[in-house]
């Protein structure tokens, strides 16, 4: 299973909020260069990018500072990116950046063509991101809850030929509460794309909570505020899920 330290850029600063509130953002750095480089060195396999002024904004506002990031890591450490992607243009773009994976998130929901279109076009690099509140999906950096059911947009998205789901709980997320795991079980056991849990880890039970619901098809977890403030060892989260479950 993979553990994905994430990096969430708001005006150039690598911050994390309490669930979703663009008023509640800490400072952990500024700069997510830097950052992105100690979670390589610290033996991540993969990093997610937010673009969080993009995703309140709509279209993309650290560009510059999401293909320095890609620079650097190069070939080293595949970046997932997410945030203000609305359209074909702006996903070649960071493809051609160094990118390996786009996340769709408020485009999908509003504009399931378009989701559809950018799977067929780059195939085997789109993922969609799936935040929700009490089961009904949040758009626009989660400022505005819609009436769509998790599942069934998880099924149509499914169909398109997306890489992977990320699923957040909005009132978990930046809470250090734990992830829901009912939530996260229930959806992935219904469907064969893997899904990437996001939102409320704290520390390594709480990975090992994630870690047992692998074979639902949970590929992975994204961590944020746990890594920055200490409560979550990344190297010892790295330990546990690279050994062998222990027996029932």
Not at 69 to 95: K, S, V
Not at 159 to 177: H, P, S, W
Not at 184 to 213: E, F, M, Y
Request: hydrophobic content about 40%.
């Amino acid at each position: 299973m993979l553990i994905i330290p994430a990096i969430d850029i708001k005006n150039g600063h690598c911050v994390r909020l309490r669930q979703g509130d663009m008023e509640e953002a800490t400072i952990f750095s500024e700069d997510p260069v830097a950052v992105a480089r100690h979670w390589l060195s610290q033996g991540a396999k993969r990093l997610h990018i937010v673009d969080l002024d993009g995703a309140r904004d709509g279209r993309p506002r650290n560009e510059d500072l999401v293909r320095e990031i890609a620079d650097a890591l190069g070939d080293d450490l595949p970046i997932q990116l997410g945030g203000g992607i609305r359209d074909m243009d702006t996903i070649e773009r960071y493809l051609d950046h160094g990118v390996r994976y786009v996340v769709v998130g408020t485009a999908a929901v509003k504009n399931p063509g378009f989701l559809q279109d950018a799977c067929s076009a780059f195939q085997g690099h789109i993922m969609v991101g799936l935040d929700a509140r009490d089961g009904k999906v949040a758009v626009e950096g989660w400022s505005k809850l819609t009436r769509h059911d998790v599942i069934d947009l998880a099924h149509k998205f499914e169909d398109y030929g997306v890489e992977a789901i990320i699923y957040t709980d909005i009132g978990r997320d930046g809470m250090l509460t734990g992830v829901n795991l009912e939530a996260t079980r229930h959806l992935a056991a219904q469907l064969r794309t893997p899904v990437i849990a996001s939102g409320g880890i704290n520390n390594l039970q709480d990975i090992s909570d994630v870690r047992a619901l692998e074979p639902d098809g949970v590929a992975g977890v994204i961590t944020g505020r746990a890594i920055y403030q200490g409560t979550l060892d990344f190297k010892a989260a790295l330990a546990m899920v690279a050994a062998p479950p222990s027996a029932p």
